[in-house]
């Protein structure tokens, strides 16, 4: 998707903070924190939300969880943690390339905050 922002982050042409990368994913440090921790994990190929997550692409998304849970154990997030994935305009999904924050460091309310 040639303007789609996480693309061209996956692609490294824009720049971005990392937390992880490999084949097929990459994580990086979000622009406008909500807590202390607050990364997000994207597939490289490009999937525009969770609604369209199939079985044809949903093995990438089980790597995201397993990418979740090493940095969760990384950045010391031994209290807990939460993973949030914003699919479509009433969830306010602002970028349309699949994503999961990865939030921690401090405690949540529910179901937002
Ligand atoms: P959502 O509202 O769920 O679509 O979350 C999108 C998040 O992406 C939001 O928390 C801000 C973040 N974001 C948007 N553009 C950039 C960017 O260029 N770099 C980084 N690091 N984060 C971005």
Request: hydrophobic share 40%.
């Amino acid at each position: 998707m040639d303007d789609c922002i996480f693309c061209k982050i996956a692609k490294g042409e824009i720049p971005s903070n990392k937390a992880y990368e490999d084949d097929k994913v990459l994580a990086f440090y979000d622009l406008e924190p909500q807590a202390p921790v607050h990364i997000l994990i994207i597939p490289k190929e490009h999937i525009v939300s969770a609604a369209e997550i199939t079985e044809e692409n949903s093995r990438v998304v089980a790597h995201i969880f397993e990418v979740a849970a090493k940095l969760a154990k990384e950045k010391k997030l031994d209290g807990g943690f939460r993973i949030v994935s914003n699919a479509g305009e009433d969830a306010g999904q602002s970028v349309k390339h699949l994503h999961f924050h990865l939030l921690g460091g401090r405690t949540f309310g529910w179901p937002a905050g």
